[in-house]
C-alpha cells in the first residue's frame, strides 16, 4: 500500500520566514510526486516532480525531489499571510492513483 | 472558464437517504476522480474514472457508486448514506493518467448525514 507522510503536521511562523516542509513516502513504482495548496476550498496546484535533483520554482515557493531517500521538500521564502494554507503531498504509483498525506498547516502571523 | 463544477455545495441528509453529487468539467479531460476529505485525515480516493465508459475503485468505496454519463460529467451516489460519510467531497479532472498530468479540483461538496 502507497504511503505519504507529511511533517510537521502545523507550524507557525512570522511573515519574511523561510519555512521548509517535508513529504516521505514509499510506492510501488514511483511514477511523480505532487504538491498543492489548499486554502479554505479546493487544493490548487503547486507542482509535480519526476525526475531526482530537479528543482522546480514557482516564484517564492520551490520544491525538490530525492528518488533514492523517498522524499521531497518544498520550501518558501520570505513568507506572506497570503501564504498561510495547508500544503497537500501526493505520490502516484503503479496504480496511476494519488495517495495523499495529511498535509501541513502553515499559519503565517503578520 | 468554469473549470470543475460540482453540484450541491452543501447537503444535510438523513441516514438512510439516498442522494447524487454532481460533477462536470469543461476543459475535455480524459480522467475524473472522486475524493472525500476528512479532519486529519487528508484526501482519500473513492473512485476514478481514467476514460469515458470506464470506471474503477479507489481506496474508499464502500457505500458509493458512480457514473461516468459522457465525458464531461461525472457522478457519485450514495445509496443509503451513514453519519460516517459526513465529509467533504471533491472531484478532480485531469487531461490523462495521474503521474503524467496533474489534477484540477472542483470547489467540494460538504456533506452532513444525521
Not at chain 1, 4 to 27: I, M
Not at chain 1, 61 to 74: A, M, N, R, V
Not at chain 1, 88 to 109: E, H, M, P, R
Not at chain 2, 54 to 80: A, H, I, M, Q, W
Request: proline residues 4%; charged residues 20%; aromatic residues 10%.
Amino acid at each position: 500500500e502507497d504511503k505519504v507522510v507529511q511533517s510537521p503536521l502545523s507550524l507557525v511562523v512570522h511573515e519574511g520566514d523561510t519555512v521548509t516542509l517535508n513529504c516521505s513516502y514509499e510506492v510501488t513504482n514511483f511514477r511523480s510526486l505532487l504538491w498543492y495548496k489548499q486554502e479554505k476550498k479546493a487544493p490548487t496546484f503547486l507542482f509535480m516532480l519526476t525526475s531526482s535533483g530537479i528543482e522546480k520554482k514557482s516564484g517564492r515557493l520551490s520544491s525538490i525531489l530525492d528518488k533514492k531517500e523517498l522524499f521531497s521538500i518544498l520550501n518558501i521564502t520570505a513568507t506572506q499571510t497570503g501564504d498561510s494554507a495547508v500544503y497537500l503531498c501526493a505520490v502516484v504509483g503503479s496504480n496511476y492513483k494519488l495517495t495523499f498525506g495529511k498535509g501541513t498547516l502553515l499559519t503565517v502571523n503578520p | 472558464n468554469a473549470g470543475v463544477t460540482q453540484t450541491p455545495k452543501f447537503q444535510v441528509l438523513k441516514t438512510g437517504q439516498s442522494m447524487t453529487l454532481q460533477c462536470a468539467q469543461d476543459m475535455n479531460h480524459n480522467s475524473m476522480y472522486w475524493y472525500r476529505q476528512d479532519p486529519g485525515m487528508g484526501l482519500r480516493l473513492i473512485y476514478y474514472s481514467a476514460s469515458e465508459g470506464t470506471t474503477d475503485k479507489g481506496e474508499v468505496p464502500n457505500g458509493y457508486n458512480v457514473s461516468r454519463l459522457n465525458k464531461r460529467e461525472f457522478s457519485l451516489r450514495l445509496e443509503s448514506a451513514a453519519p460516517s460519510q459526513t465529509s467533504v467531497y471533491f472531484c478532480a479532472s485531469s487531461p490523462g493518467q495521474a503521474g503524467t498530468y496533474e489534477q484540477y479540483f472542483g470547489p467540494g461538496t460538504r456533506l452532513t448525514v444525521t
